[in-house]
């Protein structure tokens, strides 16, 4: 039989694309506050020297909408939202440790985004222009940030002839917050590139 502790495990959901996954926790209540961590690694280049890699960077944000008007945004530039409930964790130049471990990830504290906030979307963008054909292993997941533990997790399959990536959101339903997975490419070095690209997701 199970414990009391493994029953009130949760288990990381590999969400599809268009999936979404309630922020409740196992035990009932509503999670107070996650860690959106994104990461990637660059693929081997074709050809002669294909064990050589180029570095690729990144940039993880988050547009905040309200009444699907963006609102406020969190990127390396603006580290910190204006109302203090997302926060940035800073910058990675070249990301791909390939460990699986993010690369850079933003800490959302749920209990403080106002009440007029009601979707957060999640982007990457390649600021140094190359398309998501030279990323492999791009991810977006959700965690628990007071137990470390992986919610939900969405990989990017296979690259493409785009330079950014509509990955996620947080909205509310109902008086609680669920994660949906977009995984929508888009084209831009910047998030103000992308929002045109966020409206029909919202």
């Known amino acids: 039989m199970k414990s009391s502790e493994e029953r009130g495990r949760r288990v990381s959901v ?3 694309k268009g999936q979404g996954i309630s922020l409740e926790k196992s035990g009932g209540g509503t999670l107070t506050a996650v860690r959106m961590g994104l990461g990637w ?18 940039d993880a944000s988050a547009v905040l909408f309200a009444d699907q ?14 109302d203090g409930s997302l926060r940035h964790t800073g910058d990675n130049l070249v990301g791909g440790a390939g460990q699986g471990g993010d690369d850079e990830a933003i800490l959302v504290d749920l209990a403080r985004v106002p009440v007029h906030i009601d979707q957060i979307v999640f982007l990457v963008n390649s600021f140094t222009g190359q398309t998501f ?31 950014a990536q509509i990955m996620a959101k947080v909205h509310r339903v109902g008086g609680g917050w669920q994660m949906t997975a977009i995984g929508e490419p888009s084209q831009g070095r910047t998030f103000q590139d992308v929002v045109p690209g966020i409206l029909p997701h919202l």
Request: glycine share 8%; aromatic share 10%.
């Open 14 to 16: 590999n969400l599809s």
């Open 41 to 58: 690694r660059s693929a081997p280049r074709r050809g002669l020297f294909r064990s050589r890699t180029r570095e690729i960077d990144l």
């Open 69 to 82: 008007n963006p609102v406020d945004v969190v990127f390396f530039q603006h580290l910190v939202s204006n």
């Open 133 to 163: 054909a030279e990323v492999q292993d791009a991810f977006c997941r959700l965690v628990d940030e007071t137990t470390g533990q992986e919610l939900a997790r969405y990989t990017l399959t296979g690259g493409g002839d785009y330079t």
